[in-house]
């Protein structure tokens, strides 16, 4: 085999779906912008592909969530579409794959103070906010918007928690998450 096939090899080709864990890692450290957001999906779809062994799909799981956090690295401030992403793809690893409280990114007790540190609102701040929502700026309405979308993956989460302040913590904003907008 010539250097050329070894360099070659050690390109990745034009479809990121061929990519390997090593191609992919490579071009995230890298990478910005769309490249970003492609490789986060690239990944993600390896880790839900159950062909592959759980070890490898926690290993491009946490790709996934590498590339979703350069994507945060590199904008001003963090994105709800992200925080959201991220949050969702630990949920389903948790779910589909099993909690792993060795690892923050697989610890549903993580999970749930990551969660709450992404919100802005108490459960009751933000109930009182949604008996006026129609009135409010736009801008609160889509704080509203993002607090929903932050706290779609609770009502599994809580299944995974002991009972406790954080479980209760929780349990309030599912009940609150029902009544925005």
Known sequence: MS??????????GDDPSTWTLDQLQKV???ARGRHLETARVVAQGHAYNSSHPQEA???WAKLSLLANRHTLDHAEGRSAREVQQ????????IDRLGPDDTDTDWSPEALASDTLDALTFTPS???GLTKVWRELPTEQILKL???KNLTTHL???IGYLEP???REHLLAWTATRLLLP
């Open 3 to 12: 250097s050329d096939d070894d360099a070659h090899r050690e390109k990745p």
């Open 28 to 30: 995230v450290r890298d």
């Open 57 to 59: 799909r926690r290993q």
């Open 86 to 93: 991220e949050f969702m793809l630990r949920m389903w690893v």
């Open 125 to 127: 701040q933000a109930a």
């Open 145 to 147: 918007r993002h607090h």
């Open 155 to 157: 009502e599994r989460l």
């Open 164 to 166: 406790g302040p954080l």
